[in-house]
């Protein structure tokens, strides 16, 4: 092993059935460093994990850890965790229905006997440390989803580990929970801990990581330390190709919109059982928007309302200047409205259905009970948009969820593309995505409001929003507090928003 | 689904412990191979399970007897309830304990219906009309179960062990405790031989009910859209599909199924026994289900998978009936031979043979090199 390293992976494969995910991998965290973890979607990033973590067995390669002599056999997480590799996972894989500090000790207790009112304890001595704002008696549901994963970094820390993964722990928290988690990634850093970082958010890789490793098609690209490594090259070595850039169709298309005409979609004094305040929201044809404010501000509330997946209270929608009744989401498809939703995995794919039945199933039941597809055009549809995405699947016969992420999240976009919607709604289509795909998606949502459709864009990443939205509508606690378009529509101006004093 | 089924097609080159790898993941291998396993071991034990004769009732009509005959005629209940119950496991993620009891509740019902209040033996409506009221009071039972089910939220095995506990007292109670018999010959008809034909006639209904089944998923979307709630519920209704709807109508469709079982069982003896009618049957319709290799859990089915299923046990019942198992001690029998075929049909079991035909696979031409 090398000179202060705690884990070394040598020459890891890992097969599955048509696919190498991937193919002899070389990866070396030392102690208190960050590393960084880099790649597209289907990259390997994921699998390498899980090899390391002993959730799939790896096909070929050695793992070494310090203070083990010889290579390690991982062969269940328990192993894992028993040698001092803990992880917490992109989807939170705690047990909703159980206490805080049920979660934080479940599968670590000694001996037959819990002792409960230690291990509550304990587990408010852990919480108050990291400033997790949960009591450890409470059920774990009744968090939300940020303080539910910082429950699952408080439990990894709790262990003692000498490794912490971290898979894309900052995808459902917002910059101060994201500011805090780092705090505690650099006083875990001080103690020597080796922390492996896996995001998309370059910001953060640049934040907080020594070390960057480049994975791309299941293969080692490179190890490279932060200092020498500029953004733009990273992202090239990531993707293998040059960035399109984006801005510059962005100009193209804003002139197309006619604000003065009928708007394609009206909503006044919408309110649903989410909770949100009565809100107005207009879209035109050829129009990009966005809501944009903090976690739980209720942006998503807002377009679940529009779409009739909560139940409105109050309020009327108007599409082209009528009236219209929009109870349950199938009404709003009917009415050409297309909504992808912010939770993938709950919300969006069919898990154990095909990736072709995923694709086709909106335009399905558009069509109605007793009018299926037939195979060969189903089959036609999800070649098409597989083609058109570049949907990385085997056969349209697979199973969605054995697809990655980001190719799951194309899955999703391609079944509302294929329902030819005049107004879609996109809630954060790029979380837990990689760089090339977001761009892809931001492009496609341009293409899309030069093709006259309009498109309301939500993304955590203010970046993106700027990239995309003429017009963002700014919320906070579940209330719209501002809109910005033309020259207010930049960082400073939304952060403004946010914190505080009306945009008027 | 059925199509679901279909072996796609692949290089020639394959090697033959790939192909055994291949077949193993097959949702319909551990059906077909629990069926030949029990026809080899009849062969091998009394070739003469399989002879199949043309004898003459007392009626002196020609009819076919056998073992396989009697396998078909005696599966044919438990085949139209493993539809249902497939649908019903496929879109709530849970079962129905309660169709034995509605059984005795839709015979009970025909024969009301037939015998009219005073218990009379001559028929006092057409069958047809009966068979209707029947279908039409089953499916509302069928109804009350998906209300609980699938409005209320309420468990399947708790919400249907309502009837499974109720259902027996309330077919005694339609026909007032009493035990009608009705001796016009036509009505046993449908559960045993219409004169003439020598093939049982349970044979035909559910041969009906399976093309009627295979026709519904090919020319409809329940088969898309029952699996896409058992999945995923929530995702579903946000492609604007009714989860609610879809696990009621599963319990309807389950309703319908409980009324065409409950006419044969009633026909085979002209009479009804409210306590023994169609009992555990439930219980076997739910292993059809499941050695047919569908997620007790919901999600994706296979139709086909399940009928065979049905068969199978039937098969095995008959089996153990011919070689003089008594019937008191006949289900622990069957438990055996379940356990087998359940834990053969585990996914971890499953993984455990597909990793050994590897490592034989790969031991091989290690070999041929030494």
Redesign the interface.
Known sequence: MQEGAVLELRGISKFFPGVKALQNVDFTLRAGEVHALMGENGAGKSTLIKCLTGVYPKDEGEIYMAGHDKAVNIRSPQDAQNIGISTVYQEITLCPNLTVAENMYIGRTKGSVTHWKQMNRGAEKILSELGIPAAPGQQLSSCSIAVQQMVAIARAVDMDCKVLILDEPTSSLDESEVAKLFNLMRDLKARGVGIIFVTHFLDQVYEISDRITVLRDGQLVGEYVIEDMPRVQLVSKMLGKELGDISGIKEQSDASVDMGSVPVLEAEQLASTAGIKPFDFSIHKGEVNGFTGLLGSGRSECVRAI?G?DRTVGGTIKMNGKPVKIR???DA?KNGIG?L?EDRK????????SVR?NII??L???K?????FS?AQAEAFADEYIKLLEIKTASS?TPINSLSGGNQQKCIVA?WLLTNPVYLILDEPTRGIDVGTKTEIQKLVLQLAGEGKSVTFISSETDEMLNTCSRLVVMRDRKVVGELKGADLNQDMIMATIAGGEAQ | MSTETKTPVRKESRSVGEMLKGLVRQQMFIPVAALLALVLFNLIADPSFFAIKLGTNSAGDPVLTGYLITILDNASELVILAIGMTLVTAASGGQDISVGATIAIAGSVMLRVLCGANASSTMQAPIWVAFLICCVVSMLFGAFNGVLVAYLKIQPMVATLILFTAGRSIAAWINNNQLPIISDPVFSYAGTFIPGCPVPTPIFIAIACVAVIFLVLKFTNLGLYTQAVGINAQSSRLNGINPEKIKFLAYVILGLCVAVAGYIKVSRFSTINYSVVAKDIEMDAILAVALGGNALGGGKFNMAASILGAYVIQFLTTTLFKFNVNSSALPAYKAVVVIILVVMSAPAVKAKLGSLRKKNGSAKPAKEAA
Do not use: T
């Not at chain 1, 709950?346 to 259905?353: K, P």
């Not at chain 1, 109605?368 to 299926?372: M, T, V, Y």
């Open positions: 779409f997946a349950k989401p199938l498809m909504y939703p709950l919300d969006g794919i069919v898990g154990d259905l039945d199933l909106a399905q039941v558009m109605g009970f007793f009018k299926p195979r016969d079944r």
